[in-house]
């Protein structure tokens, strides 16, 4: 740990231009030109056909995760593009396999996701917009099931007997938009419609985005599309995507969105971004085949799991690996002294102000964090994404209570050197991965009930002395049954800013009671999706939006996105 040296000052540089084409970065990863589909200069498409599943066997996967987020922000995305970068530094063959931006945080608060200060993926600003057309095209299909469900309800010829106040399918829409959570569609006489109530969630909150990234081949990604459920008939029989043929068409639209984006790092380290769904609703990992991308075409492939380790860590293995096959080798465990101190109960505006006894408070976090991950039988390595205020005693500290517990942590200036910066992380990484890889456990068997499912996640992974189960979720659990569905694993819905189901419940809160008012299905998917607490699946706009700061030049240059 180089917990001695002065941390960086802030850089003042731009967000900065690509600085290799992408057949140039393409050729770094043995992919020959005529391999590739261009999007311009700067951006491509990868055939499927690249994904080696022999050479994937052989490469080191590198899972990114963090300690509880807070609003100091963590750095998961910088924190993967530098340790891949790093990785590169040291001579290593290494890409970032990263999810695409949503237009809402984008516009919203957020602002773009690409990274920051040196440790960023380029072009900036077609990531963080449209981006070779992932998304709308994620919506079209959504929204096509939409207008054929709708139009199920008026057929006269082969009208399956849809019951409209069972359908759960919304529309989406790739923007904050408070103001379409709850509407009543179908006005205007029959010509218009059904009356019914619905809504719009966002993109990256569609069933059809989870599917995207779970899908492993196009007849994968049809018979996943045809399986979303629908609703049920008036005499309660269940209606599927297939059984209103929206399954083909659907996968049509998302031909070209189910192949890989290859993009670069400010310092030309191959970049794989593809998919991007929510983390605390969906998976919140990148796509299954553009990590099998990843693994096929380096030796180290880098990739990031949304939220904390409780959520997107979970997720990524007890969801994405049990699909896929997959496991990671190592694992990096980021974590700020911010985030420490905020955890340890120091309001926001004071976290800059040295507080020794926050971190020591703030720690417990981070330690359960550490013990899931034990769980899963993964030893991290902390990886502390250093801020320009953090001071070396306080990094000194964390370091010495990381020590106490067995687990190696490394201090990463990614932000203020890039690649350079973060090669001792990365190192670190590299000699994590070097141990014989471990047999995958998981939270819980496919066989335990629905119940058992979520009481093991709730107290195993999160802390909760235990569980009740609200009206609608007991219904839920029976329509589950009746379905014959208890067998899927679960993506569950909760905040990711607490362990527990309540935000305010800050460090290691312990023995609470988790409450789950409600279970969706996701079956074509493939999971269940218990919802505890309240979640938003369409944001809204902040007070002054991120959108208010964003222009054009005359010379077409955007402008203000962060």
Known sequence: MAA?????????????????LITEIAAKLGIPAEALEPYGRFKAKLPLRLIDPAKAARAKLILVSAVTPTPAGEGKTTTSIGLADGLSELGKRAVVVLREPSLGPVFG???????????????????????????PAVEKAHNLLAALIDNQLQKKKDNLGLDPLTI??????????RALRKM???????GSGIPRETGFDITAASEVMAILCFAQSY??????????????????????????????????LLKNALLPNLVQTLEGTPAIIHGGPFGNIAQGTNTILATRMGLSLADYAVTEAGFGFDLGGEKFLDL?????????????????????????????????APNADAIRRGFANLEKHIENAKFFGIAPVVVVNRFPPDLTEEAALLHSLCSAIGVPCVVSDHFGKGGEGAREAAAALVEAAASPKKKPRFAYELTETVEEKIMALATRIYGAGCVEFGPKARADIKTIADLGLSGLPLCMAKTQYSFSDKPALLGRPAGFTFTVREIEIAAGAGFLIPIAGEIMRMPGLPEVPSAEHIDIDDDGNILGLT
């Open 4 to 20: 001695s040296s002065a941390p960086s000052p802030a850089p003042a540089f731009s967000v900065g231009a690509p600085s290799h």
């Open 109 to 135: 608060m957020k602002g773009g996701a690409t990274g920051g200060g040196k440790a960023r993926v380029v072009p900036h600003d077609d990531i963080n917009l449209h981006f070779n057309g992932d998304f």
């Open 168 to 177: 759960r399918w919304k529309r989406v829409f790739d923007m904050n938009d």
């Open 184 to 190: 009543v569609i179908g006005l205007g006489g029959r």
């Open 219 to 252: 007849a994968d990604l049809k018979a996943k599309l045809g399986g979303i459920f629908v609703g049920f008939t008036h005499d309660k029989r269940p209606v599927y995507a297939r059984d209103i043929h929206a399954h083909g068409a659907m996968a049509a």
């Open 320 to 352: 994405k690996c049990r699909a896929s096959g997959l496991w990671p080798d190592a694992l990096a465990l980021v974590a700020t002294i911010r985030a420490l101190k905020y955890q340890g109960g120091v309001p926001v505006k004071e976290l800059l």
